[in-house]
Structures are given as structure tokens and as C-alpha cells.
């Protein structure tokens, strides 16, 4: 199990969930976005709770392994690796004659030439 803390919450959540966190956390800083990811953590009851974290370019997060019980199979079952959702766009060319009214082409419009 790891324990990230985030802003002025401190969460507890598995160590693998919490490794992936971290990674993506990375891919928003590194694209100066912002994403919300649901993350299962442990309550102080023992219960479980998704939470709602909004990453950003500019947020910290401290995430270090603490003292468990539990099996890695357990805590995985209990502590889900999160669905993040994709990060930027991709962009696919368009042929001349693909182009139609609906396709906003302004001045903006960049085409490698």
C-alpha cells in the first residue's frame, strides 16, 4: 500500500494504483493540462471510498510505500488501478477533397507545407 498526499489530503491506496497515479500525473505536467482521475482509497474505518483528484501541471504529489497486511492480490482487488482518460488529441491529416463547410479552416489553420 502507498500513501499519496495531495494538497492537504493524505489518501491511502494501493501500490499499484498509486505507481500509475504518479505516472500520469507526469504525462499532465509534461502536457501543461489538467485531468480528473477516480481513485479508490482506504478510509479511516477501513471501509474504501473513491475519490475524485483533479491533476494538474502545477500540483504535487508525495506517494511512499506504508506498512500492510494485505496481499498484493487483495490490495489490488480492493485498490482497482484507476481508468485515466486520454491526454492532447491526435491529429489525423485531411485530403483537400475530405475538407467540407463543417470543417473550420481559418487563418489559425496550420498545414505543413
Known amino acids: ?19 500509475a497515479l504518479i505516472d500520469y500525473a507526469e504525462r499532465v505536467a509534461r502536457l501543461h493540462t489538467s485531468a480528473k482521475v477516480d481513485l479508490e482509497v482506504l478510509e479511516k474505518n477501513g471501509t474504501t471510498r473513491t475519490h475524485s483528484l483533479l491533476l494538474g501541471a502545477v500540483d504535487h504529489l508525495d ?10 492480490e487483495d490490495e489490488a ?21 475530405e475538407v467540407d463547410e463543417s ?9 505543413p507545407s
Not at 63 to 72: A, G, L, P
Open 103 to 111: 470543417t473550420d479552416v481559418g487563418e489559425d489553420f496550420y498545414s
Open 63 to 72: 506517494i511512499f510505500e506504508v506498512d500492510d497486511d494485505q496481499s498484493s
Open 77 to 97: 482487488e480492493r485498490f482497482p488501478v484507476p481508468s485515466f482518460p486520454p491526454l492532447g488529441s491526435r491529429a489525423i491529416p485531411l485530403k483537400p477533397d
Open 1 to 19: 500500500m502507498k500513501q499519496v498526499n495531495y494538497g492537504s489530503e493524505t489518501l491511502i491506496t494501493g501500490s499499484r494504483a498509486a505507481d
